[in-house]
C-alpha cells in the first residue's frame, strides 16, 4: 500500500481551495435567493394576468418560463461580478451563459410542469396545500445545481478546483 503524504503547503493550498468554494457558494446562493424571489414574485404576477393558455402553452408554463428569465437577470449581473468576480466583458461567457440558462429553463419548466401534474393529478397529493410553490421549489432546486456547477466549471470558470 503506497500511501502519498501531503505537504502543509499543499494543505495550505487545499483548505484555501474549499474555503473560496465556500465563499462561492454562500455568495450564490444569497445571490439565487434573490433572483427565486424575483421568479416567484413574477410567476405568481404572471399566473393571474396572463389567460390560461398563451401561444399554446398552458400559462403555468408560460408564466414560468417569463419569470425564470426575469430571474436570471438577476443572477447574471450580481454573480458575475460579486460571486466570480469577472468585470470583463466577454461575448463568449455570455453565450455560455445564455445557453447554460437556456437548458436550466428547460429543466426548470419541465420539472415545474410535472409536479404540477402529479400534484393535483394523483390522490396521495391532494392533502399538500399549495402545490404552485411546491412545484416551484421543486424546479427551482433542480435547475439551481445545474446553474451552480455549469457556471462554476463552464461560465466563469476560475483558478482550479
Known amino acids: 500500500m503506497n500511501i502519498k503524504w501531503i505537504t502543509e503547503s499543499q494543505w495550505w493550498l487545499y483548505s484555501k481551495t474549499i ?17 427565486v424571489m424575483v421568479d416567484l414574485t413574477c410567476y405568481y404576477l404572471f399566473l393571474t394576468i396572463f389567460p390560461e393558455h398563451i401561444f399554446s402553452l398552458t400559462n403555468e408554463a408560460f408564466a414560468k418560463a417569463l419569470s425564470f428569465l426575469c430571474g436570471m437577470g438577476v443572477t447574471y449581473f450580481f ?10 466583458h466577454s461575448k463568449v461567457r455570455a453565450f455560455k451563459f445564455a445557453l447554460l440558462y437556456g437548458t436550466s429553463l428547460i429543466v426548470n419548466v419541465t ?14 397529493f391532494e392533502p399538500i396545500p399549495l402545490k404552485y410553490l411546491v412545484a416551484f421549489i421543486g424546479a427551482t432546486g433542480v435547475s439551481s445545481i445545474i446553474n451552480f456547477i455549469g457556471q462554476k466549471f463552464w461560465v466563469f470558470k476560475i483558478g482550479h478546483f
Request: net charge positive.
Open 79 to 88: 454573480n458575475k461580478h460579486w460571486t466570480w468576480r469577472q468585470t470583463n
Open 111 to 124: 420539472v415545474n410542469s410535472t409536479l404540477i401534474y402529479v400534484l393535483h393529478n394523483y390522490d396521495l
Open 19 to 35: 474555503s473560496n468554494l465556500k465563499k462561492q457558494l454562500i455568495k450564490f446562493v444569497l445571490i439565487g435567493l434573490t433572483a
